[in-house]
């Protein structure tokens, strides 16, 4: 669960952390909206442990310091948009943004009663948002979020996962001008050139097909967690899948107009193994079972 001081809520606010909860268990998921929060992960993998507690603010950094590496969170797991209260605008950007208008109030609500609401014992589910452009509460978006895939013209290789999550906290660090790999691509980055053009054309869970175009060599990034069985293709022909950002997706393209596709194929043979194996045991015990009644009517 999520806590107030997460939630951009003051601390008196008992309602929405409580909605806010059941968005993310339920209707998030219901109508596939992705979030950067975590909601259940008994088994949190360590690229995710690693990766999430980078940003996580150190201690002198919640007593009132730079609150900017969750910012950079955001920015780099492509989180464009945050509830909150209305009125916190002003402390989000002082303390997530160093002052910049970078969150901006796009859609104000109210919690309200649903028309079938119990009031006799009210939950959560009893509360509905109520678009309302002076409301309590605010969609903000947040302008310098990374878009969900985008081309680059600049890289750089860090095969020590350490020095890529510390270069990724650097302030000085713009990850919308470089993307940092664990492989060096086949051609080499071309500082002076501009980042071409992506645009996702078919976005499914296990297929996401993106159309790009660049004057030069170039990387894809694509926010969406790395794996490796996740497999990539650019025009028909097999290319390997990168890991970009410490863990997200990456796919060199070369120059010109190009179609990307990625594909979440995992190994069968483990399945197939697994079958096997019980098929093995079913017959072995079919044969024992056909072997005892044997034993037993030939004694009788």
Not at 57 to 67: S, V
Not at 127 to 138: D, I, L, T, W
Not at 214 to 219: L, M
Request: aromatic share 8%; net charge negative.
């Amino acid at each position: 669960p999520q806590d107030r001081e997460q939630l951009l809520l003051p601390p008196t606010d008992g309602i929405m952390p409580a909605v806010h909860n059941l968005w993310l268990e339920h209707h998030f998921q219901y109508y596939g909206v992705q979030t950067a929060d975590i909601i259940q992960a008994p088994r949190i993998q360590a690229l995710d442990d690693a990766f999430m507690n980078h940003f996580r603010p150190r201690d002198t950094e919640a007593r009132g310091g730079d609150l900017s590496c969750v910012a950079r969170l955001w920015q780099l797991t492509s989180t464009r948009y945050l509830v909150g209260a209305r009125n916190f605008e002003g402390q989000v950007n002082g303390a997530f943004a160093r002052g910049k208008p970078e969150f901006v109030p796009r859609l104000g609500f109210d919690l309200g009663l649903r028309a079938d609401a119990n009031t006799n014992h009210l939950a959560p589910d009893d509360f509905e948002a109520v678009a309302n452009p002076s409301g309590r509460y605010a969609v903000f978006e947040y302008m310098a979020a990374l878009p969900r895939a985008s081309l680059f013209a600049r890289w750089e290789t860090t095969t020590h996962d350490a020095a890529t999550l510390a270069r990724l906290r650097d302030p000085a660090f713009d990850p919308s001008a470089i993307v940092l790999l664990d492989a060096g691509p086949p051609a080499p980055s071309t500082p002076t050139a501009t980042n071409g053009i992506a645009m996702i054309q078919s976005y499914e869970s296990r297929r996401v097909v993106i159309a790009t175009r660049s004057e030069t060599p170039a990387v894809l990034l694509l926010n969406d967690r790395w794996h490796p069985d996740w497999h990539a293709t650019v025009d028909g022909k097999d290319a390997p899948v990168l890991r970009a950002n410490h863990i997200m997706r990456a796919v060199a393209v070369p120059a010109g107009a190009h179609t990307v596709e990625f594909r979440f194929a995992p190994d069968a043979r483990p399945l197939w193994a697994s079958l096997s194996a019980v098929g093995a045991a079913v017959l072995l015990v079919g044969y024992l079972a056909a072997n005892a009644r044997r034993n037993s009517t030939a004694t009788s």
